[in-house]
């Protein structure tokens, strides 16, 4: 089975641009993560879908958001972005009938902020 | 927050068995213990999970205290390729909530 991947694998936008990532989850895993990893605050979640609805969130604000097709595959979007956004952006998906499946992450997107 | 404390790093000699503590005083009976590693710039990695009962698979062993506040992962014979991040996760629900975690460096 091919891993998650995830799309572009480095990204380069300047302040108040907006961005958006793509993640393709294993084939068929329904559930899908986003997670953020900076230097400074480690790795922390961000959104949590499964079968196009977001099950769970964490406390980012509201220019961080995302979406999940049909086909499982989802999107983050990040507007008027923010130096501080500058970081890896990584894609964890599982099969996720169970609460405590297995995550398999991707390689993640690294974002640069100018 | 992150429910869990590791120590900073360690260092293991090839070969040998690194052994990593990880405290989780606050553990709840549903808590769910995780370890992943990242290997520097890739995504982290699953490593094994448990939640009373110790646990072994093809990777390492997960030995968890009666009590359940700490754990440690075992990998029972370290290679290079072993140098790592590794993390702890006590795990609610879908929501990795990933803390610092422990820099092993293997040295040959």
């Known amino acids: 089975k091919a891993g998650v991947t995830q799309t572009p694998r480095y990204l380069i936008k300047t302040r108040g641009q907006q961005v958006t990532l793509s993640c393709s989850p294993i084939?068929?895993?329904?559930?899908v993560s986003w997670y953020q990893q900076t230097p400074g605050q480690g790795l922390q979640f961000l959104f949590e879908?499964?079968?196009?609805?977001?099950?769970n969130k964490g406390n980012f604000p509201g220019r961080f958001s995302g979406r999940q097709f049909s086909n499982s595959r989802s999107e983050m979007n990040v507007s008027t972005l923010e130096l501080g956004d500058s970081a890896l952006y990584l894609c964890?998906?599982?099969?996720?009938?169970?609460?405590?499946?297995?995550?398999?992450f991707g390689p993640g997107t690294r974002l640069t902020v100018l | 927050d992150a429910k869990t404390t590791q120590p900073t790093s360690m260092d293991c000699a090839e070969g040998r068995a690194a052994n990593l503590p990880c405290n989780h005083s606050?553990?709840?009976?549903?808590?769910?213990v995780y370890w992943y590693r990242q290997i520097h710039s890739q995504g982290p990695q699953y490593i094994i999970h448990?939640?009373?009962n110790n646990e072994t698979n093809e990777m390492a062993s997960l030995i968890i205290t009666e009590d359940r506040k700490s754990s440690t992962l075992i990998l029972p014979h370290a290679t290079l390729r072993d140098t790592a991040v590794y993390y702890c996760?006590?795990?609610?629900?879908?929501?990795?909530?990933f803390g610092t975690g422990t820099r092993l460096q293997v040295f040959p």
């Open positions: 084939s068929g895993h329904r559930s």
């Open positions: 996760i006590v795990r609610v629900t879908d929501k990795l909530i």
């Open positions: 879908y499964f079968s196009e609805t977001q099950r």
């Open positions: 964890a998906s599982s099969p996720g009938e169970s609460s405590y499946n297995e995550q398999f």
């Open positions: 448990g939640l009373k």
């Open positions: 606050t553990i709840s009976g549903n808590e769910y």
